[in-house]
């Protein structure tokens, strides 16, 4: 549920594969993000990451890291 969950809250937050979408909560954390880095959005950033799922969904090592998190989390609280 979350490996399809994730993307879609992500997509609905403005992180597309058409791009950022205008006026989104994600244009907003781009704008931050380029005035607080002095015009550009780094590539390791919250900003760059959630756009890259956004656009391509979540790699593998991605979905296998989620489950993983996941998983430990609902063990932790079950």
Do not use: H
Request: hydrophobic share 60%; charged share 5%.
């Amino acid at each position: 549920v979350a490996l399809v969950g994730v993307p879609l809250a992500i997509g609905a937050m403005g992180f597309t594969g058409a791009g950022i979408a205008a006026g989104s909560i994600a244009a907003k954390m781009m704008s931050a993000a380029a005035v607080a880095n002095g015009g550009g959005v780094a590539a390791s950033s919250a900003v760059a990451v959630l756009q890259s799922i956004g656009a391509a969904g979540f790699s593998l090592g991605a979905k296998i890291g989620l489950t993983s998190a996941l998983s430990s989390a609902g063990a932790a609280s079950g």
